[in-house]
């Protein structure tokens, strides 16, 4: 197996759209044009074997600091065995510019990468609600567990907890993917795009992102709506900062992040105050952390699996912020909630938390939802069941076309 890189110009002759690369069946993780997009399966890999396979791989490269990648994402549950996918084309755009592609001697890749039609505009019937039988996961099992994290951190069991809803689309014909990645390219751009095996979302947070020795995350926690209205919105920040509440609920996972990463950095350096990260439908709490990996240092996947599920998508203290929401919640998260991205076989590579993202069914004529909240002592049901309405809307919005 021999993969070749050069220059993307050198090979096609063009500089197409990521989203177009990617179309409905390829793989996608991008944001605001710099990513990777990919068509074709080389090989499924084991998420913990795929830097070694990588790195194994004969290469004959002229883009510098470019080497074979996977693509992939990692379930919720902890330690859960995801696969990751070494495309058999891949498209990359770097910040400074450079556009490449790497294939496999056995593939044409001016074929694979021909270019696509637009998507076609349908019209569909659609149904939206709770998946499976009432009451499992109804609005009122959602209250109930929201409450039962509630009484648990004020009896001092946990310190957070975050608790999930889950709902279904249905389409009377299938839903088109191109399409709904090119609607979420227009409303968030600024996200981290990602598209695999039917795994579609638009996570506004970067769990982990190592570039040689370098090393970045920016978690979020703690949210306010957005309406619109430039002074409302402002006022929301505003008073988002103030709140004790979400205060607290990001505070305890940038702690955790923090801790986890330490010990691996030579330094880490993170803003003293937490920013106000704004996307189309919601605004969040969050703070910018950057170091230096002591050398030689841990792969990307590595602090993938040592991060994920942060206290952000879980809780604190982890194992028992897990149990409790296996334990009220009525469901299985699936992807939801566990990290998406890329590595390289130097073990580099960028990784996105899996929220606002949607689950498709093979026909693409249902697709499953998830969105949650960190409860904290403080926090009131239907106040978050409205977050969850809010966080809803960046799948929803880009999907639902009557």
Request: a negative charge; charged letters at 20%; one cysteine or more.
């Amino acid at each position: 197996m021999r993969a070749i890189t050069r220059p993307l110009a050198d090979v096609i002759g063009s500089d197409p759209d990521l989203n177009d690369v990617a179309c409905g069946d390829g793989y996608l993780f991008v944001r605001d044009g710099v990513g990777v997009a990919g068509r074709g399966v080389v090989q499924r890999v084991k998420i913990d074997d795929v830097v070694g396979v990588l790195a194994a791989i004969e290469h004959d490269g002229t883009v510098e600091g470019v080497t074979p990648l996977a693509l992939g994402s990692v379930p919720f549950v902890p330690g859960t065995s995801g696969q990751l996918i070494i495309p058999q084309v891949t498209v990359g755009k770097s910040e400074d510019g450079i556009s490449w592609v790497t294939w496999f001697d056995d593939v044409d890749p001016t074929a694979v990468l021909a270019p696509t039609s637009e998507p076609v505009p349908i019209t569909a019937n659609y149904t939206i609600g709770s998946s499976g039988p009432a009451p499992t996961q109804s609005t009122e099992k959602y209250l109930d567990a929201v409450t039962a994290a509630r009484d648990a951190v004020r009896a001092g069991v946990l310190t957070k907890a975050v608790i999930a809803r889950l709902i279904t689309v249905k389409a009377d014909v299938p839903m088109d993917i191109h399409a709904i990645l090119q609607r979420l390219k227009a409303s968030f751009g600024s996200c981290y795009r990602y598209s695999i095996d039917g795994f579609v979302g638009a996570s506004p947070e970067l769990l982990i992102e190592v570039a040689d020795a370098t090393v970045r995350s920016h978690p979020l926690a703690g949210t306010t709506r957005r309406t619109g209205d430039v002074a409302n919105d402002r006022a929301l920040a505003t008073e988002l900062q103030a709140s004790a509440k979400n205060q607290i609920e990001h505070r305890i996972v940038i702690d955790v992040v923090h801790d986890t990463l330490l010990p691996w950095a030579s330094y880490l350096d993170w803003e003293p105050e937490p920013s106000i990260v704004s996307v189309a439908n919601v605004q969040h709490l969050g703070t910018r952390m950057e170091g230096m990996l002591s050398q030689p240092g841990p792969s990307v996947i590595e602090l993938v699996r040592s991060l994920s599920p942060t206290p952000a998508l879980g809780g604190h203290p982890r194992a028992a912020a897990l149990d409790l929401i296996s334990d009220v919640e009525g469901f299985e998260r699936g992807r939801y909630g566990g990290a998406v991205g890329w590595v390289d076989s130097a073990g580099n590579g960028t990784w996105a938390v899996a929220i606002r993202c949607a689950e498709f069914s093979a026909d693409r004529k249902s697709a499953r939802l998830v969105a949650g909240g960190g409860i904290v002592a403080d926090s009131e049901p239907l106040a978050e069941l409205a977050e969850t309405q809010a966080k809803f809307q960046a799948m929803l919005s880009a999907i639902v076309r009557p």
